[in-house]
Every structure is written in C-alpha cells, then in structure tokens.
C-alpha cells in the first residue's frame, strides 16, 4: 500500500467523521434534504466568488460558498414560515433553483475553467494528494486534510460547546424556548456548522459523497441506539468504515472511490436496516413471532379454563380440537402446546387430552382480569 493510498483513506475517514456528526442532527431534526440542498447550492457561491478573484484556490471561495450555504437554509426557512409550503418542498424548491443558476452561469462565462458540474457533483478524491501544502519547503501532505482536520475539531468543539441547547432545541424546541435558549440562533449556528463542512469536503469529495456520508452513517446508527451520545459514536464508526471499506472495494472493482464510498455507505445503512438489535427488520420480525406465540399461549389457557368441568371437556382440551376451533395450523398449535408445557402451565395425563396446571389455571385468571 502506498503513501497515496494512505493519504487518501485518512483524508476520507477525516471528512466521513466531519460529516456524520452534524449529521446526527441533521436525522433527528428531520432534514436529512438540508444536506443535499447545501452540498448543491454552495456552487453558486463558488462561482460568484471565482468571478470577482479569478482564483480557484483562493479563500474568499470557501467563504461566499459557506455564505451561500446559510443563505439557502434562510431562503427554505423563509419560505416554509408563510405556511403555504411544507419544509421538504420548500428545500426541493430553492436548492434547485440556486444550482441550476451556477450551472448556467459556469456554462456561459467559465467554459474554459476549470470549473467542471460533473466532477463537482461527483468528485474525485483519488486527486487530493496531488494538492499538497507546503511551508517553508516543507511538504505537510494534502491540503484536503489539513482542512478537514480543522473543520472536524470545529465540529467537534461545536457540538461540544452547544450539546446541551442542540438536544434540547431538536427534541424541544418550546423547552429550549423556555429555558433561554433561542432556537432560532442554535438552528443557524448548526447550519453554518452543516455549511462549512459541505463547503470543505465539496472540492474533495464532490457533493453526491458529502450527502451520503452526512446522512447514511448518522441514519444507520439511530437505527442501532436511543442514545444519542452512542449515536454520535456510532455514526463516526460507521461513516469511517464506509470510507475505508469503500476505498478496498474501488481497488478491488476498479471503480471510482467517491462512488463506492457512498456505496459503502448505503451498504452500513442496509446492514443496520435489517439487524439493528431492536428497529432492524429481523428484530421486528422476530418480536412479531414472539408476540404471536406469547397470545396464542394466553388463549390456549383461557380457553382450557373455560372448559374445564363442562361435558364437551375431553373433546375441547384435545390438540385436534384447538387446529379447528381456534384455527391454528397443526404445527403452530403443537409449537404453543410445547411452550406451554415447558412453562408449567399445561399437563397431558392422557394421550392428546391437555389439562391446566394449578400454575396454568392461576396464570389464565391473571390474563382474564387484565
């Protein structure tokens, strides 16, 4: 492995982690959109500030896109406070609309620059080590990473500054309210957060990553916890995973690597999907199971008790019996009729002929009186 590939999974793992903790909140906010709306629109001010400096690597670049950042979540919060639009379309109407002005703008007067839609949209952070930052003679690695580095401890100094009125302002934000806290300012302050870290993986990365790796990772691990600090952990975890398990599956497919990281990505949500220890698909399906096993018991009961001492006893209590009366498949029923046996709850003195238990007979009285 070569010091470019190192540099490159460093680089990614730096900007997968700067992503995926404002990301958290982003999930929980229910914004998840808000990320690709800024990963879009900060093109503009890309654009805009090229044609003032002349100069694709100068900072007056980071901060009018940053700016343009902010001004989306101002044009989305604009529009959705008239109440004649809901959030989602407020963002699917501005972002596009600021996108679509860049894109104009560098077709008609940036032909001849460097300014590339496909590979901003895309990325390619195979490039970054090419860009290298060099003091004094010294070459300090790609500039990518000294960036991201920066913009992950402000992150990280961000988030734990403000932890408090952040969680209190997305789960509460009348409690915050109350409190003295103003909302309004910690959603602004966040999206500036949200901006910025767009901004700085925007050259490296291209958009399409950055909003994969904002959104999947944070997604995946809400799927896994309540907690939200394990949740920010998690989201780390799984978006540096997705990084570099996304780096080894472009070298295997010789793919591009933006594009099999934000596989990757999707790949960590679709794990977590299905196996999540309590919202995953299999833990449903297997509490639904559970669940249905767990009734059929209580009805088997109560319905023993019923019939006990009444002449059609022997017939009622037979295994046959429960198959047509309560319409249970001939497994399913000898299933329940084991579980209950193992409990204690049910006996069979006579061959197919059950008989409550003292335990049993308790146990379906209890139920009865809930």
Avoid at 107 to 113: D, I, L, N
Wanted: charged share 20%.
């Amino acid at each position: 492995m070569s010091s470019m590939d190192v540099e490159i999974q460093l680089l990614a793992v730096v900007v997968a982690v700067a992503c995926a903790l404002p990301g958290v909140f982003l999930v929980l906010r229910r914004m998840a959109l808000m990320s690709d709306a800024i990963s879009h629109s900060i093109l503009l001010g890309i654009v805009l500030a090229f044609f003032v400096v002349h100069d694709l690597t100068h900072p007056l670049l980071v901060l009018a896109a940053a700016a343009t950042g902010v001004l989306t979540v101002a044009l989305v919060e604009a529009l959705y406070r008239t109440g004649r639009v809901k959030e989602d379309a407020a963002i699917a109407l501005v972002f596009p609309a600021l996108f679509s002005v860049a894109v104009i703008l560098i077709a008609r007067h940036a032909g001849g620059v460097h300014l590339d839609v496909d590979a901003v949209i895309l990325g390619e952070i195979a490039f970054a080590p090419f860009r290298r930052l060099e003091l004094w003679g010294m070459d300090l690695g790609p500039r990518g990473l000294h960036l991201m580095s920066a913009i992950l401890l402000l992150n990280v100094g961000f988030l734990t500054l403000f932890y408090k009125e952040l969680k209190v302002s997305t789960f509460d934000p009348a409690l915050a309210a109350a409190l003295g806290f103003s909302p309004a300012l910690i959603h602004y302050l966040f999206m500036s957060v949200v901006s910025v870290t767009a901004v700085g993986a925007f050259d490296a990365v291209g958009s399409i990553l950055v909003v994969a790796l904002m959104i999947a990772p944070p997604a995946a691990a809400y799927l896994c916890t309540d907690r939200l600090p394990l949740v920010l952990l998690l989201a780390a975890v799984f978006g540096a995973a997705s990084a570099v398990g996304g780096f080894w599956a472009a070298q295997f497919l010789d793919a591009s690597i933006a594009g099999a990281m934000a596989s990757a990505s999707g790949v960590v949500f679709l794990l977590s999907f299905l196996f999540a220890p309590d919202r995953g698909l299999v833990a449903q399906a297997r509490r639904r199971s559970r669940q249905k096993v767990e009734f059929a018991l209580q009805m088997l009961i109560i319905h023993l008790l019923n019939h006990e001492g009444s002449r059609r006893e022997r017939e009622e209590s037979r295994v046959e019996h429960l198959q047509a009366h309560l319409r249970w498949k001939r497994e399913f029923a000898r299933r329940v009729v084991r579980r209950a046996r193992r409990r204690g709850w049910v006996e069979a003195p006579d061959r197919g002929r059950l008989r409550l238990t003292s335990q049993g007979r308790e146990m379906a009285r209890t139920v009865m009186l809930r």
